[in-house]
């Protein structure tokens, strides 16, 4: 598969119902506590699976060293493929997306029970001629925060040269990856969530790679990052705390799933030190030795 015709694939149609149902152990939903994997899928065909779905939920065989399992979907192994790259990383300068409301829950669209909504929301937001453009910026929000995101996600540059992966920052619209920002989050009854130390998420939807090697359309939409510029004081959020949320985002964005349980870790939901731990870096490395059984 060329990357052209992934492309084209990004602004194609959804995968069509029997391509779908040939791949019944696919079809379920993940939650971590701040990835949320959305499937674009008829439910019909989610019911029908369900038998065979406790068959294809296999635990990782012989995992090196330092590999925490909680790195895979419950779907399998999530990643990236090489026709993909590099991917194309949009950090913006501030803008937010929680001005757009869900006029039925009263609530911003990008609200923290709606996780899986936002990359329909940002296909949305792209699609309208200028409305990107006229994103607001977050309350909160300064260059610094920028910086450190930046710095954030730089640090995944390090697995270049191992040939995992390759991304790059583009100032275009067009990217596979968005980071945007938010003040606080908010849940879907309009509830500020200020004092919790989650300080950011991640959405993408993802797709079964055998079918779209067999020839299936998915209607590939951006991977979304959001960062909160606030900590849970409502202070401007510290820099390297910025640097570290920025640098677990991406980690799920490339991939991995859940959360280490080891608080040493990066992707534990207690951000480690803040850098990529060894374990980080064999489970990172693990995954894209991996065959990827969907893709964003
Ligand atoms: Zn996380």
Same mark, same amino acid.
């Given at each position: 598969?060329?990357?052209?015709?992934? +492309?084209?694939?990004?602004?194609?149609?959804?995968?069509?119902?029997?391509?779908?149902?040939?791949? @019944?152990?696919?079809?379920?939903?993940? *939650?971590?506590?701040?990835?949320?994997?959305?499937? &674009?899928?008829?439910?019909?065909? *989610?019911?029908?699976?369900? +038998?065979?779905?406790?068959?294809?939920?296999?635990?990782?065989?012989?995992?090196?060293?330092?590999?925490? @399992?909680? /790195?895979?979907?419950?779907?399998?192994?999530? +990643?990236?493929?090489?026709?993909?790259?590099?991917?194309?990383?949009?950090?913006?300068?501030?803008?937010?997306?929680?001005?757009?409301?869900?006029?039925?829950?009263?609530? @911003?669209?990008?609200? &923290?029970?709606?996780?899986?909504?936002?990359?329909?929301?940002?296909?949305?937001?792209?699609? =309208?001629?200028?409305?990107?453009?006229? *994103? @607001?910026?977050?309350?909160?929000?300064?260059?610094?925060?920028?910086?450190?995101?930046?710095?954030?996600?730089?640090?995944?540059?390090?697995?270049?040269?191992?040939?995992?992966?390759?991304?790059? *920052? &583009? =100032?275009?619209?067009?990217?596979?990856?968005?980071?945007?920002?938010?003040?606080?989050?908010?849940?879907? &009854?309009?509830?500020?969530?200020?004092?919790?130390?989650?300080?950011? /998420?991640?959405?993408?939807?993802?797709?079964?790679?055998?079918?779209?090697?067999?020839?299936?359309?998915?209607?590939?939409?951006?991977?979304?990052?959001?960062?909160? =510029?606030?900590?849970?004081?409502?202070?401007?959020?510290?820099?390297?705390?910025? +640097?570290?949320?920025?640098?677990?985002?991406?980690?799920?964005?490339?991939?991995?799933?859940?959360?280490?349980?080891?608080?040493?870790?990066?992707?534990?939901?207690?951000?480690?030190?803040?850098?990529?731990?060894?374990?980080?870096?064999?489970?990172?490395?693990?995954?894209?030795?991996?065959?990827?059984?969907?893709?964003?």
């Amino acid at each position: 598969m060329s990357k052209e015709k992934i +492309r084209q694939a990004r602004s194609g149609k959804t995968l069509s119902d029997n391509l779908i149902c040939q791949f @019944p152990g696919l079809l379920s939903r993940s *939650l971590a506590a701040c990835l949320l994997v959305a499937l &674009t899928l008829p439910p019909d065909c *989610l019911a029908q699976s369900g +038998r065979q779905l406790a068959v294809k939920q296999a635990r990782p065989a012989a995992a090196a060293g330092g590999v925490y @399992p909680e /790195y895979r979907s419950r779907m399998g192994n999530v +990643r990236w493929i090489k026709e993909q790259m590099p991917l194309k990383v949009y950090i913006s300068h501030g803008a937010a997306i929680d001005g757009f409301i869900d006029e039925e829950v009263g609530a @911003p669209i990008a609200n &923290t029970s709606n996780v899986a909504g936002w990359p329909k929301l940002v296909a949305s937001i792209l699609s =309208t001629p200028g409305q990107f453009e006229a *994103l @607001p910026i977050a309350q909160g929000f300064d260059e610094q925060h920028y910086n450190a995101a930046l710095q954030g996600i730089g640090m995944w540059k390090q697995f270049e040269k191992e040939g995992l992966f390759t991304f790059q *920052l &583009t =100032t275009e619209p067009d990217a596979d990856i968005f980071v945007f920002w938010v003040n606080h989050f908010v849940d879907k &009854t309009g509830m500020a969530l200020f004092a919790g130390d989650i300080r950011g /998420y991640t959405s993408k939807d993802i797709f079964p790679y055998r079918a779209i090697l067999a020839g299936g359309k998915a209607d590939f939409k951006p991977v979304v990052i959001m960062l909160r =510029t606030t900590d849970t004081n409502g202070v401007a959020m510290p820099f390297q705390k910025m +640097r570290a949320a920025a640098a677990h985002e991406f980690g799920h964005a490339l991939g991995i799933d859940g959360h280490s349980r080891n608080p040493i870790d990066l992707m534990s939901l207690y951000y480690g030190n803040g850098t990529i731990s060894a374990n980080d870096a064999s489970t990172i490395r693990y995954l894209y030795h991996s065959p990827p059984d969907l893709i964003p």
